[in-house]
């Protein structure tokens, strides 16, 4: 062979390596893609239930309580009746995606999260039905959070099993990313309905406008989601699971095997999942019942907020590949725990820009703990029960996280009239989370299918596949 052949082979040898790299990163970007749109879907739903329960619920679902601020907290409560949901459609769906595959979940809780949205849009209130109004309320809620605690796992999994291992951090973030994606869009659009339509028409149909613009967004995602594929990691744990009895998958096995890695799961989520609703949703009742202030200036400082949300999120998974998982999951936890020192007092000051400067910060502190979840969870359970290990963690902390955060931080306020008591249950909330992320193991760069092989040779099982 020539000098010439054999530089010509090398080149071609180079160009078909580069074209299988970009074939792999296009069919990766097609994942994420599939991913993101569907948690897009999920999240403009649920914070479309946030927004309203603090904006209208209370008004048009609970008239007859005692103040504005009770109506609040009664509609907060039917709000946390989607995050008891949540565990339930973890497990359940957590079973079936271990079992069947992530793609056929994520398509069928994004029709059952879309279906209950619409119909919300479509309640009579108090006013016309009676009690019946909230308890219906009640009812899709529950199908909501249902289908959203099937969602996150799959959505995460999906793109953590096709994800290089040196890259996974910031791959895996961009479904995290899809988050104040779906709550930018249900800002906007509240935001829109209360600058054209007067108070009074807002709180009697402007509203529902959102809710049901809600079926275009579900179609489009579902339409998505038929176009992606399983990754190969997946087939192979399916495989094994399918050839040797002796291989468990799901529900009962991870809690029975894996204890120690719910456990750490649901530590990270703690104050993450509180922060977070403490700064989307009291944040809202604070300045509104405290201050009176203007609900279109409350949009308008959240939409800002989640843009820089949206921005930063891929930006620290990039810098989890980097630098670790532990020590930047660690920096938003203890940065969390000092946000409402700050944060209230600029609130109090009514000033419109240090307002949007307090809940930008604090999305960004959040970021830190919420943009590396999916990588450093994936990396804790083996393939053949990850899904419902990830749900089990993420999903079940909901309960005792989000779903109270708002309830107790509004009693807190009712009952001291003031921030402070807030800014305490939060600091306690991330030391919780600080002691977890301490105990836990730096799982940077680790390989899923090693994480596999370990879990065969404690098992005493035949590994799912030799591959790298």
Not at 12 to 26: I, L, M, P
Not at 185 to 198: D, E, G, S
Request: contains cysteine; proline residues 4%.
């Amino acid at each position: 062979m020539s000098v010439n052949q054999r530089v010509g082979a090398a080149g071609s040898g180079k160009t078909t390596a580069t074209a299988g790299s970009e074939t792999e990163k296009s069919g990766l970007k097609k994942i994420v893609a599939a991913s993101m749109v569907g948690t897009v879907v999920e999240w403009y739903e649920f914070f479309l239930y946030a927004t309203a329960a603090s904006l209208v619920f209370g008004t048009v679902f609970f008239p007859n309580a005692g103040s504005e601020l009770d109506g609040i907290i009664a509609a907060f409560l039917t709000y946390a009746v989607g995050f008891i949901a949540r565990p339930l459609g973890g497990i359940v769906f957590g079973q079936i995606g271990d079992k069947l595959g992530r793609k056929h979940t994520l398509q069928v809780t994004i029709i059952m999260v879309g279906a209950a949205t619409f119909l919300m849009g479509c309640l009579p209130g108090f006013d016309t039905i009676g009690y019946w109004a909230p308890a219906l309320l009640v009812a899709l809620r529950f199908i909501q959070g249902f289908a959203v605690g099937g969602e996150w796992g799959g959505a995460v999994l999906l793109v953590a099993e096709h994800s290089p291992n040196a890259s996974r951090g910031f791959w895996s973030s961009w479904p995290q990313a899809a988050v104040p994606v779906g709550n930018l869009l249900a800002t906007i659009v509240l935001l829109i309905m209360t600058w054209i339509l007067p108070p009074e028409q807002f709180l009697s149909w402007g509203w529902r406008v959102a809710f049901w613009l809600s079926a275009i967004i579900v179609v489009i995602g579902y339409y998505i989601r038929t176009h992606v594929s399983e990754a190969p990691i997946f087939l192979e744990a399916r495989a094994q699971v399918e050839a040797e009895k002796a291989v468990n998958y799901g529900v009962l096995e991870v809690v029975k095997k894996y204890p120690k890695g719910i456990l750490g799961a649901m530590g990270l989520r703690f104050a993450e999942n509180i922060l977070y609703y403490i700064i989307v949703s009291f944040s809202i009742v604070y300045l509104k019942t405290v201050h009176e202030y203007d609900t279109g200036q409350l949009l308008i400082a959240l939409l800002i907020a989640h843009v820089v949300h949206f921005i930063v999120i891929p930006q620290v998974g990039r810098l989890s590949d980097r630098l670790g998982r532990k020590p930047v999951y660690l920096a938003g936890a203890v940065l969390g725990a000092s946000w409402a020192f700050f944060a209230f007092p600029m609130f109090d000051t009514l000033n419109p820009v240090l307002i949007i400067l307090a809940v930008t910060v604090g999305l960004c502190f959040h970021a830190l703990m919420y943009a590396g979840q999916p990588a450093i969870m994936s990396e804790m359970f083996p393939t053949r029960m990850r899904y419902s290990g990830v749900s089990l963690g993420y999903q079940v902390t909901s309960i005792l996280a989000g779903s109270m955060a708002p309830i107790i931080a509004a009693a807190l306020l009712q009952q001291y009239n003031t921030w402070v008591p807030v800014a305490i249950y939060i600091m306690i909330a991330c030391a919780i989370t600080v002691v977890a992320v301490v105990t836990l193991k730096e799982t940077k760069g680790a390989s899923l299918r090693e994480v596999d092989a370990v879990d065969a040779r404690k098992h005493g099982l035949e590994p799912a596949s030799s591959g790298n």
